[in-house]
């Protein structure tokens, strides 16, 4: 069985800079990163599989960056240049097979969320 905790979301202004955290039990092989911001649909922002390769969404490539521990089991999302557009819950997402894109449904395993807001 996967759980995945959030931390590390909240209050920033616009051009600054949030590390999401998301603490794993289990081993899944591939995890990363969802958000729903108010009023539209969950959206993939990045995924990595145990052996580090990542994939971004076009809309954050150039502003986010995900990495994995595989000793701690933890998976960090480092955002920079906010956005009062990035407000949203932020997701942390696992399956047990090779990651499959940023449909939403492929993913297994979901966190609670931590809330990012972005002031301008």
């Known amino acids: 069985q996967v759980t995945l905790v959030e931390s590390g979301g909240g209050s920033v202004e616009s051009g600054g800079s949030l590390r999401l955290v998301c603490e794993v039990t289990?081993?899944?092989?591939?995890m990363g990163w969802f958000r729903q911001r108010p009023g539209q649909e969950r959206e993939g922002l990045a995924t990595?599989?145990?052996?580090?390769?990542?994939k971004y969404a076009d809309m954050v490539k150039d502003r986010f960056t995900i990495s994995r521990d595989n000793v701690k089991n933890t998976i960090d999302l480092q955002m920079f240049s906010l956005k009062p557009d990035d407000t949203a819950m932020y997701f942390c997402?696992?399956?047990?097979?090779?990651?499959?894109?940023?449909?939403?449904?492929?993913?297994?395993?979901w966190g609670r969320g931590t809330q990012v807001i972005v002031s301008s």
């Open positions: 289990g081993r899944p092989f591939c």
């Open positions: 997402v696992a399956r047990p097979d090779k990651c499959a894109g940023f449909s939403p449904a492929v993913y297994h395993f």
């Open positions: 990595i599989e145990n052996d580090g390769s990542s």
